[in-house]
């Protein structure tokens, strides 16, 4: 029997069950299923290297699109800071940026996440990683 229920009714009714849950986790959930929330989605490693690389070039889009787009201004906040802490993750396990952002405005970013008391100690972590390894040596960036 197929289920008549589509995925974005499912999703509307998810959001309502869990109102307290961010933007940012819905979409992570959304995007990478096995993950329970957005910070377990980026600071897991998938344990194949191209997996991984594959889930935080995902990742990063849609965080770039919700902080581009969301509806709110804290929505939109928070959106950057994943976003940023998806392009560390790529530092700091892969040794590139995941972007082609420029590497000043990158540091910049990443700094910023790296100061922010509110944001997961995780995330917080892995920005001030990427910012050591950075500074240690020019990295290539996406095509």
Same mark, same amino acid.
């Given at each position: 029997?197929?289920?008549? &229920?589509?995925?974005? $009714? ?14 940012? %986790?819905?979409?992570? @959930? ?7 929330? @957005?910070? +377990?989605? /980026? ?6 290297? !191209? ?6 070039? $995902? &990742? ?26 998806? /392009? ?15 590497? !000043?405005? &990158? &540091?910049? @970013?990443?700094? %910023?996440? +790296? ?5 997961? *100690? ?7 990683? @990427? /910012? ?9 960036? *996406?095509?």
């Amino acid at each position: 029997m197929t289920d008549p &229920l589509t995925d974005s $009714l499912r999703w509307a009714l998810a959001i309502g069950s869990e109102p307290e849950r961010s933007a940012v %986790d819905w979409l992570a @959930a959304e995007l990478i299923p096995d993950r329970p929330n @957005a910070v +377990a989605a /980026i600071s897991k490693a998938d344990p194949d290297a !191209d997996e991984d690389l594959r889930r935080l070039r $995902l &990742l990063k889009s849609g965080f770039k699109t919700l902080r581009l787009s969301g509806e709110h201004s804290t929505d939109r906040r928070l959106a950057a800071r994943h976003y940023a802490a998806t /392009i560390a993750a790529g530092v700091v396990r892969h040794g590139c940026w995941i972007t082609r952002q420029r590497p !000043d405005r &990158l &540091l910049s @970013a990443l700094q %910023d996440l +790296a100061d922010d008391e509110a944001m997961d *100690d995780s995330l917080r972590s892995i920005a001030s990683e @990427a /910012i050591t390894i950075a500074n240690d040596r020019v990295l290539d960036q *996406d095509s």
